[in-house]
């Protein structure tokens, strides 16, 4: 392998489940806790079915879904007594404030992350980074518009529960292949920079206010 391949995806240092926190979330998206991924793929899986192929209305299933689990409920909870079954709970982890204040948290320091750059971008001081971004929106919108939001999201889910234990797979070669890729973007760019690019006068916008 030659010296493009020591490049690491997204320059990083850690391993995989390291950048993606190492904790449970990590396990899950890696395949390390197999009966919690394939889980969440297959309920992401039954539910596009449900509502983009079998087109069932939200409210609809949420009401079969009640009306079957209390009649579940109900036929257990009175059956108990007879066969001296424990009584059906439902988990602490499902009404859990602490864990409802977790995930609202985290998405909304990501999301701030992502303003915050996206604010830097704009500013104009790197063109090259200005440009690529405004081309990968205007990629992403494209895509976005060959799907319903529902088939984009159940998507994003099977490409979170699938690429990155792929990634850590075949890490090596997916290095290696980005690498050489990325190496022929910026001779490119410089070739561009040469040319175009410095003409272009840069913002002077300051950064995002913390």
């Known amino acids: 392998m030659n010296g493009h391949g020591s490049v690491k995806l997204f320059g ?40 983009e192929v079998a087109e069932f209305h939200f409210l609809t299933l949420v009401c079969y879904v009640a009306m ?10 009175n059956a108990s007594t007879f066969f001296n079954l424990p009584v059906p709970r439902v988990p602490e982890t499902l009404l859990s404030e602490r864990a409802t204040r977790q995930a609202i948290q985290g998405v909304h320091r990501r999301l701030s992350r992502v303003v915050e750059k996206l604010y830097d971008i704009a500013c104009g001081k790197d063109i ?23 088939t984009l999201l159940y998507l994003v889910v099977l ?19 980005v690498a050489r890729g990325v190496h022929d973007l910026r001779t490119h760019f410089a070739d561009m920079d040469s040319g175009v690019l410095r003409k272009i006068p840069r913002g002077t916008g300051a950064s995002a206010p913390k």
């Not at 490409?159 to 292949?177: F, I, K, N, Q, W």
């Open 12 to 51: 990083r240092e850690r391993t995989l489940h390291e950048a993606l926190g190492g904790h449970r979330v990590a396990d899950i998206i890696l395949w390390r806790d197999k009966t919690a991924s394939a889980a969440i793929l297959a309920v992401a899986t039954v539910a596009w079915w449900l509502f």
């Open 68 to 77: 079957i689990g209390m009649l579940v409920f109900f036929i257990w909870t």
């Open 128 to 150: 090259k980074m200005f440009i690529l971004t405004v081309l990968s929106l205007y990629i992403a919108a494209v895509i976005a518009d060959c799907f319903s939001s529902l």
């Open 159 to 177: 490409g979170t529960m699938t690429l990155p234990a792929l990634y850590e797979r075949y890490d090596s070669e997916v290095d290696h292949l």
